[in-house]
C-alpha cells in the first residue's frame, strides 16, 4: 500500500512515497526502508559532485533499462541508498 506525502503536486513540491509492506512481520535496516529519491538537472554533474566530496555512489549515472531516464545511486554514511533522478526538463 502507497501513501504520498506532501504539500502540492510533484512536480513543483516535494513528495515522500511511503511504503507498507504487506505481511512482514518487522523491519531493520535492510527491508525498514527502501530509498529516497531526488530529482537533479544533471545526474552525471551530481555524482561527479558527491564523488569528489568523498560520497559512496553504488550505481553510477547512466539510463534506465527500459527507457531514457539517467538515474544514479549514492549511499550515505548508514548505508541508506538515495536515488539521484534526472530532471524531464
Request: glycine share 14%; no cysteine; proline share 2%.
Amino acid at each position: 500500500t502507497l501513501a504520498f506525502m506532501g504539500y502540492g503536486g510533484e512536480n513543483e513540491n516535494t513528495v515522500l512515497e511511503l511504503t507498507y509492506n504487506w505481511g512482514t512481520e518487522e523491519y531493520d535496516h535492510g527491508n525498514a526502508f527502501g530509498h529516497v529519491a531526488i530529482e537533479v538537472g544533471d545526474v552525471y554533474q551530481a555524482v561527479e559532485q558527491i564523488r569528489q566530496q568523498g560520497g559512496k555512489v553504488v550505481r553510477e549515472a547512466g539510463p534506465m533499462k527500459h527507457g531514457d531516464t539517467v538515474i544514479a545511486f549514492v549511499e550515505d554514511p548508514d548505508g541508506y541508498k538515495i536515488e539521484l533522478i534526472g530532471s524531464k526538463n
